[in-house]
Protein backbone atom coordinates (compact mmCIF):
# COMPACT_ATOMS: atom_id res chain seq x y z
CA UNK A 1 0.00 0.00 0.00
CA UNK A 2 1.13 3.68 -1.06
CA UNK A 3 1.47 5.93 2.02
CA UNK A 4 -0.29 9.08 1.54
CA UNK A 5 2.74 11.07 1.21
CA UNK A 6 3.49 12.09 -2.51
CA UNK A 7 7.15 12.52 -3.52
CA UNK A 8 8.41 15.56 -5.16
CA UNK A 9 9.41 15.52 -8.67
CA UNK A 10 12.84 17.20 -9.38
CA UNK A 11 12.50 19.69 -11.55
CA UNK A 12 13.04 19.20 -15.42
CA UNK A 13 15.65 20.48 -16.78
CA UNK A 14 15.49 21.56 -20.72
CA UNK A 15 17.37 19.39 -23.09
CA UNK A 16 18.30 22.57 -24.94
CA UNK A 17 20.24 24.69 -23.02
CA UNK A 18 19.40 28.55 -23.18
CA UNK A 19 21.40 30.61 -25.36
CA UNK A 20 22.44 33.94 -24.25
CA UNK A 21 22.31 37.41 -26.24
CA UNK A 22 26.03 37.52 -26.25
CA UNK A 23 26.52 34.37 -27.94
CA UNK A 24 23.62 34.93 -30.52
CA UNK A 25 25.20 38.12 -30.97
CA UNK A 26 28.69 36.40 -31.71
CA UNK A 27 27.04 33.55 -33.81
CA UNK A 28 25.27 36.53 -36.05
CA UNK A 29 28.81 38.22 -36.44
CA UNK A 30 30.58 35.35 -37.09
CA UNK A 31 27.07 34.33 -39.92
CA UNK A 32 27.74 37.81 -41.31
CA UNK A 33 31.39 37.46 -42.35
CA UNK A 34 31.27 34.05 -43.83
CA UNK A 35 28.61 35.65 -45.94
CA UNK A 36 30.29 38.78 -46.79
CA UNK A 37 33.75 36.95 -47.68
CA UNK A 38 31.47 34.36 -49.48
CA UNK A 39 29.32 35.65 -51.36
CA UNK A 40 31.84 38.56 -52.68
CA UNK A 41 32.69 39.01 -56.37
CA UNK A 42 36.18 38.71 -55.69
CA UNK A 43 36.05 35.35 -53.64
CA UNK A 44 33.49 34.68 -57.03
CA UNK A 45 37.08 35.49 -58.99
CA UNK A 46 39.69 33.90 -57.37
CA UNK A 47 37.64 30.63 -57.34
CA UNK A 48 36.94 30.71 -60.78
CA UNK A 49 41.19 31.05 -61.39
CA UNK A 50 41.49 28.28 -59.24
CA UNK A 51 38.67 25.84 -60.08
CA UNK A 52 37.82 27.29 -64.19
CA UNK A 53 39.88 24.61 -65.56
CA UNK A 54 36.60 22.21 -64.15
CA UNK A 55 33.64 24.28 -63.94
CA UNK A 56 32.53 27.91 -64.85
CA UNK A 57 31.83 29.78 -61.63
CA UNK A 58 31.63 33.12 -62.39
CA UNK A 59 32.21 35.56 -65.06
CA UNK A 60 35.10 37.93 -65.76
CA UNK A 61 33.27 40.52 -63.92
CA UNK A 62 32.99 38.13 -60.65
CA UNK A 63 28.26 37.78 -61.67
CA UNK A 64 28.37 34.15 -60.25
CA UNK A 65 26.73 31.19 -62.93
CA UNK A 66 24.00 28.87 -61.44
CA UNK A 67 26.94 26.41 -60.52
CA UNK A 68 29.03 29.04 -58.76
CA UNK A 69 26.13 30.25 -56.71
CA UNK A 70 25.51 26.50 -55.50
CA UNK A 71 29.34 26.02 -55.24
CA UNK A 72 29.53 29.32 -52.81
CA UNK A 73 26.29 27.91 -50.69
CA UNK A 74 27.59 24.79 -50.24
CA UNK A 75 30.80 26.52 -49.15
CA UNK A 76 28.62 28.84 -46.81
CA UNK A 77 27.00 25.64 -45.60
CA UNK A 78 30.40 23.92 -45.03
CA UNK A 79 32.00 27.02 -43.30
CA UNK A 80 29.22 27.83 -40.72
CA UNK A 81 29.17 23.96 -40.02
CA UNK A 82 32.39 24.23 -39.03
CA UNK A 83 32.71 27.08 -36.45
CA UNK A 84 29.29 26.06 -34.89
CA UNK A 85 31.85 22.94 -33.73
CA UNK A 86 33.78 25.01 -32.14
CA UNK A 87 33.64 25.74 -28.30
CA UNK A 88 30.51 27.83 -27.49
CA UNK A 89 32.61 30.16 -24.85
Same mark, same amino acid.
Given at each position: ?21 ? +?? &??? &? ?7 ? +? ?7 ? +? ?37 ? +?????
Amino acid at each position: MVSGKQQEMPPVKSMTPSINYA +LK &AKY &AAYTTLVFF +LVANPETYK +LLQKFLGHWVDIASPGGCPTPTGFFLHTALFFVLLWSIM +LFPRD
